[in-house]
């Protein structure tokens, strides 16, 4: 039996009716004081630097600079004593410990936010985009169903979200619905009726509109919905492909410039907006072709 005031390995005073805490550690030179209840303890990591510590004979010992060895059990020793905590494992953990404290911007996020700063002050080239419209001034689409599968008529069809988009600019796109008619309609109703990329489309202040009913044999449409021409009311296939090529050298799209507005075109415009702080309607409206440069 240990005598009582006998010196543990650790060099500290065992007392009688101490209780011993669980995950509690008695540290270097420390005492537990008689009497001392549960939830009493010597605290932890504020043992002074030049306190004298006594080694395993109790005696003081001089420990200013102390082993690797020691530091890595000092180390342990400090982190079991926390109730809750994980016992550590590497000497990374510290620093885990300290980022769950006080919370801060992983540096992966960091640079994801840079990457969409960037991206937001990013605008296309004024001389690249002429370039491209050049290219493309006698663009014509043709039909892909394969690869950019049509959309089909539906008489109570409404442009998801659009009730949410605010402004005059998007009045259009929230009052849409698609409306059946034959030639003689549409011809009564409208100057320009076109067949463009595999259907017929009407032009109506600005915007084109697929013109459902008008062929029954041509009416391949990629989207259901206003495509904006801008202020020279140009063919929407050709302003697909516009905005399909300077979308492709900013990096946003990825598929093929065909002129037809299919889900990568819709992804690639809503990721541009996204970045540029317009409404993200994944359509050609006004404020997205004006931001691009091509009104």
Known sequence: MKERGATNERGAMNQPGAMKEHGATTQHGATNEP???????????????????????????????????????????????????????????PAAGAANAAPSVPPAGQQNVQANAGAKAKKPDPQ??????????NFRAQPKPQQVPAVNYNQNYRIQGSDRWQGQHYQVFRSYHPEWHDQGWYHSHYNRV??????YYFFNSGYWFPAWGYSPSAQYYAYDGPIYAGQHAEPPDKVIADVQAVLQQMGYYTG???????????EALTAYQADQGLTQTAAIDEPTLDSLGMS
């Open 256 to 266: 093929e410039v065909d002129g037809l507005l299919g889900p990568l075109t819709r």
């Open 35 to 93: 009497g001392a209840g549960k939830g009493h303890k010597t605290p932890v990591h504020q043992e002074s630097a030049t306190a004298p510590k006594t080694d395993v004979s109790g005696k003081s010992a001089d420990t200013s600079a102390p082993s690797e060895k020691q530091q890595a059990e000092e180390h342990m020793k400090g982190m079991k004593g926390h109730p809750g905590e994980k016992a550590a494992t590497s000497p990374a953990a």
């Open 128 to 137: 690249q985009v002429q370039q491209i419209k050049s290219q493309h001034a």
């Open 194 to 199: 076109e067949l463009i990329g595999g259907g």
